[in-house]
């Protein structure tokens, strides 16, 4: 058998970028861990779900201007690993802190923080994923950090589920509390020392409007992991489908199909994160540990994360109007019931009903989010497809940051109320799209 040289674009052939990507992930695992941990440990300190509301919001506002900020400084090279090196840094510091913090104002400013960095630091990553690489590589390399970052997302809500487990015996929960923080302080320090050994030096220039244009595109069809689970858009994918609009092309590529789709659209992704932002003090309040919190959003990531898939593949046989109103319907009607569910307190049965619901919501978003996709791409004439997409990753963002705080405020009155409004949200959306008969038309 002749031997051959590895390909330029062979993992293989560039250990260097094996062992950043391979720290990146050991990053995400503390991302993904933090992103349950705070919340709880901010129920912990006495907050209330109008406090988780801005807790989320924050977060959510502060992504988007934090992936601008750091995809413009990223054009100059020779700050792309600075910027990475900072995010983890900061991440790393944060996660020290955090945990003698008392003080809830102080804890939400701590995780603005955090999420500016680590929202911000996603254009980045793609720059140097593609940098010094023929593009006909890029589609499988950005698929790859992806699901490297997926992973370690994961890992990090799998250390939340083990660590109270057993732990519980021994310690109370503000104290499992600071340990986690400790632990995922330290995976972020390990992930920082491992991207200065190994990140790489790329020689190339910023992206041309043409490579923007390549690599939104990839970004936007590139696979989702578990994070996008329960966070409905991604900065990184709004930053680089945002970069070229034009808002006066935008207008005139605007017809009634798409204006209606795109109404429907902020109101599911407003009753989504009311659904979110309040979620994890119902749960505390219903008397489950933070293993079980951690548990229970891992179900419901993996739910979506398998399913991502096959339901492009749905997407290309079905009529895309009956599957992406289908799923909302049944979304919708499900975020009630776990309030009820929860209202009642929960037994062992109950615990694993309610690990069922939360699977099943968690399957109903990988249907929206890929088909939703698809559906804006086909309704979008080619000169604004871009400007389109851009248009309704941001929408996703924006809505996700005011349903935050509404359903913040609305589960204080009760989480009945509150869960029903987002249903409801989600079930007028579900509507909307139901009534799009030209999707149907377009559907193959």
Same mark, same amino acid.
């Given at each position: 058998?002749?031997?051959?040289?590895?390909?330029?674009?062979?993992?293989?052939?560039?250990?260097?970028?094996?062992?950043?990507?391979?720290?990146?992930?050991?990053?995400?695992?503390?991302?993904?861990?933090?992103?349950?941990?705070?919340?709880?440990?901010?129920?912990?300190?006495?907050?209330?779900?109008?406090?988780?509301?801005?807790?989320?919001?924050?977060?959510?506002?502060?992504?988007?201007?934090?992936?601008?900020?750091?995809?413009?400084?990223?054009?100059?090279?020779?700050?792309?690993?600075?910027?990475?090196?900072?995010?983890?840094?900061?991440?790393?510091?944060?996660?020290?802190?955090?945990?003698?913090?008392?003080?809830?104002?102080?804890?939400?400013?701590?995780?603005?923080?955090?999420?500016?960095?680590?929202?911000?630091?996603?254009?980045?990553? !793609?720059?140097?994923?593609?940098?010094?690489?023929?593009?006909? /590589?890029?589609?499988?390399?950005?698929?790859?950090?992806?699901?490297?970052?997926?992973?370690?997302?994961?890992?990090?809500?799998?250390?939340?589920?083990?660590?109270?487990?057993?732990?519980?015996?021994?310690?109370?929960?503000?104290?499992?509390?600071?340990?986690?923080?400790?632990?995922?302080?330290?995976?972020?320090?390990?992930?920082?020392?491992?991207?200065?050994?190994?990140?790489?030096?790329?020689?190339?220039?910023?992206?041309?409007?043409?490579?923007?244009?390549?690599?939104?595109?990839?970004?936007?069809?590139?696979?989702?992991?578990?994070?996008? /689970?329960?966070?409905?858009?991604?900065?990184?994918?709004?930053?680089?489908?945002?970069?070229?609009?034009?808002?006066?092309?935008?207008?005139?590529?605007?017809?009634?199909?798409?204006?209606?789709?795109?109404?429907?659209?902020?109101?599911?992704?407003?009753?989504?994160?009311?659904?979110?932002?309040?979620?994890?003090?119902?749960?505390?309040?219903?008397?489950?540990?933070?293993?079980?919190?951690?548990?229970?959003?891992?179900?419901?990531?993996?739910?979506?994360?398998?399913?991502?898939?096959?339901?492009?593949?749905?997407?290309?046989?079905?009529?895309?109007?009956?599957?992406?109103?289908?799923?909302?319907?049944?979304?919708?009607?499900?975020?009630?019931?776990?309030?009820?569910?929860?209202?009642?307190?929960?037994?062992?049965?109950?615990?694993?009903?309610?690990?069922?619901?939360?699977?099943?919501?968690?399957? !109903?978003?990988?249907?929206?989010?890929?088909?939703?996709?698809?559906?804006?791409?086909?309704?979008?004439?080619?000169?604004?497809?871009?400007?389109?997409?851009?248009?309704? !990753?941001?929408?996703?963002?924006?809505?996700?940051?005011?349903?935050?705080?509404?359903?913040?405020?609305?589960?204080?009155?009760?989480?009945?109320?509150?869960?029903?409004?987002?249903?409801?949200?989600?079930? /007028?959306?579900?509507?909307?799209?139901?009534?799009?008969?030209?999707?149907?038309?377009?559907?193959?």
């Amino acid at each position: 058998m002749s031997e051959t040289a590895p390909a330029a674009d062979d993992p293989a052939a560039n250990p260097g970028t094996e062992g950043w990507v391979l720290a990146w992930a050991l990053g995400a695992a503390a991302f993904g861990g933090a992103s349950l941990l705070v919340p709880l440990y901010l129920v912990q300190l006495g907050a209330g779900p109008a406090e988780l509301g801005i807790l989320a919001a924050m977060a959510a506002f502060a992504g988007v201007p934090g992936a601008i900020l750091f995809g413009r400084l990223a054009s100059h090279v020779g700050q792309r690993r600075s910027l990475v090196l900072l995010t983890l840094g900061t991440v790393t510091a944060v996660l020290a802190v955090l945990p003698f913090l008392q003080s809830i104002p102080a804890v939400i400013a701590a995780n603005t923080v955090l999420w500016l960095v680590v929202a911000a630091v996603g254009p980045v990553v !793609t720059m140097l994923v593609v940098a010094d690489r023929p593009e006909s /590589a890029w589609s499988r390399q950005i698929g790859r950090v992806n699901k490297f970052q997926g992973y370690g997302w994961a890992a990090g809500l799998v250390l939340g589920t083990v660590v109270p487990l057993v732990t519980t015996r021994v310690f109370e929960p503000q104290a499992i509390s600071r340990l986690l923080f400790f632990l995922l302080a330290g995976l972020a320090a390990a992930s920082t020392i491992g991207a200065a050994r190994t990140l790489p030096r790329p020689a190339d220039g910023p992206p041309t409007a043409r490579e923007t244009r390549r690599i939104a595109r990839l970004v936007e069809r590139s696979g989702r992991g578990v994070r996008e /689970a329960t966070f409905a858009m991604s900065p990184n994918r709004i930053y680089w489908s945002t970069r070229a609009i034009s808002p006066g092309r935008l207008r005139s590529g605007l017809d009634s199909v798409l204006g209606t789709y795109l109404l429907a659209a902020a109101l599911f992704f407003t009753g989504f994160a009311m659904f979110w932002a309040p979620l994890p003090h119902l749960l505390t309040a219903a008397g489950l540990d933070a293993g079980r919190v951690f548990a229970l959003y891992l179900v419901s990531s993996l739910g979506s994360a398998v399913l991502y898939e096959g339901v492009g593949t749905l997407a290309d046989r079905l009529d895309v109007r009956l599957l992406q109103s289908g799923a909302l319907l049944v979304r919708g009607l499900l975020f009630p019931l776990v309030a009820l569910l929860a209202g009642v307190g929960l037994t062992s049965l109950g615990m694993i009903m309610l690990g069922v619901l939360l699977t099943a919501i968690g399957l !109903t978003w990988a249907v929206i989010l890929v088909v939703g996709t698809t559906i804006v791409s086909r309704l979008a004439t080619p000169a604004v497809r871009g400007e389109v997409l851009g248009s309704y !990753t941001a929408l996703g963002a924006f809505a996700g940051g005011i349903g935050s705080v509404l359903g913040g405020w609305l589960a204080t009155f009760g989480y009945v109320v509150a869960f029903t409004v987002a249903g409801g949200l989600v079930v /007028a959306g579900a509507v909307l799209v139901g009534s799009l008969r030209a999707l149907s038309a377009r559907s193959p």
